[in-house]
């Protein structure tokens, strides 16, 4: 198997730990509905073609849970005997249970919300575990040390945040470090339409506390793809309004696809391909992370490891373009 020679692997911020430059998010498509066959054709492709890190949170689904525990049976079959070649993330900070302790960010969520997704996936420990969203009304000393004590206590080995602001980020890592657990990674939301990060100064402030970082929507919930190039499909997701909104794809929206379209086949590139080299084009960019409905859309947006990288030029008359 040739797994390990198809993708490349970047370092994490300063840390000794690699991640696949892709990485396989459950977000869509692993929940109670959904049909469990495809999901382990799914999961094994990915691994064959060398993603090695697989990223869900404890409310995915649905049902909420539902994408872990289908996970956890994927471990004991399609990738029993595989566990440490694989880097398993989970989050918690979002609503997951009634009450006042399901949802944010308080060390009685984070320690109860990962002890049950360890149960769903039947794991001793996850390889990240990250807050999900900063919680306004717990302090962050208590978040913080909350994640160091799951580190000290073996049920994760690193610990990462998500839509921190570079701020926050940067006073989070500090706790981090004082309670010594450094903050592995930061999970963010960015695509070409899509860069509120680069105002908020987040990737800087990565380089500085020394943390990786993982991009999710890369591909703006299938907007720069070839999806919508000719109109809303009556099965996509804009048609649905579900995440993506079909009042997204304006006309102005949809003539700017179609000049990214021209640009990325002038370079052999795809829509979604381009999209993909965009986001990995800074090295403080550790990972981008993709989800997939069915194998040959994995495929595809991965064919774009194999191109060449856009050049200088490339990036300076993209940039004209969006």
């Known amino acids: 198997m ?48 060398g993603v090695t890190h697989f990223d869900l949170a404890n409310n995915y689904g649905p049902e909420p849970g539902s994408a872990e525990e289908n996970f956890g049976r994927l471990l004991a079959t399609e990738l029993k005997g595989h566990r440490d070649e694989l880097i398993v993330t989970t989050k918690a900070g979002h609503l997951m249970w009634p009450g006042p302790y399901g949802d944010w960010g308080s060390r009685k969520s984070l320690m109860a919300s ?36 799951i580190v000290r206590s073996g049920k994760a080995l690193y610990v990462g945040i998500s839509k921190y602001s570079a701020a926050q980020t940067r006073a989070a890592a500090e706790i981090l470090a004082r309670n010594g657990t450094p903050l592995l990674i930061h999970q963010f939301r960015y695509n070409m339409f899509t860069r509120g990060i680069e105002g908020d100064g987040l990737l800087d402030a990565l380089e500085e506390v020394g943390a990786g970082g993982i991009c999710f929507s890369p591909l703006a919930q299938g907007l720069l793809t070839s999806r919508y190039l000719a109109g809303i499909p009556s099965d996509s997701r804009a048609a649905k309004n579900v ?54 859309q994995l495929e595809e947006n991965l064919g774009f490891l194999s191109k060449p990288d856009l050049s200088s030029a490339d990036l300076e008359e993209l940039e004209g373009l969006l």
Request: some cysteine; overall charge positive; charged content about 30%.
């Open 243 to 296: 995440f993506l909104k079909s009042s997204d794809i304006t006309p102005e929206r949809r003539a700017q696809l179609l000049r990214l379209d021209a640009f990325a086949k002038a370079r052999g590139l795809t829509l979604s391909e381009l999209a993909l080299k965009w986001n990995l084009r800074d090295p403080r960019v550790t990972s981008v992370l993709i989800g997939a409905s069915r194998v040959g």
């Open 2 to 49: 040739d797994r390990y020679e198809r993708m490349p692997y970047a370092r994490c911020g300063r840390s000794g730990l690699r991640l696949s430059r892709v990485a396989f998010g459950l977000w869509h498509n692993f929940g109670t509905y959904d049909d469990f066959a495809n999901m382990g054709r799914l999961v094994t492709r990915a691994f064959d073609l």
């Open 114 to 149: 990962l002890d049950q997704s360890l149960r769903r996936m039947k794991l001793d420990y996850v390889d990240i575990f990250y807050s999900h969203r900063p919680d306004p009304e717990t302090p962050l000393e208590e978040t913080m040390g909350a994640l160091s004590d």
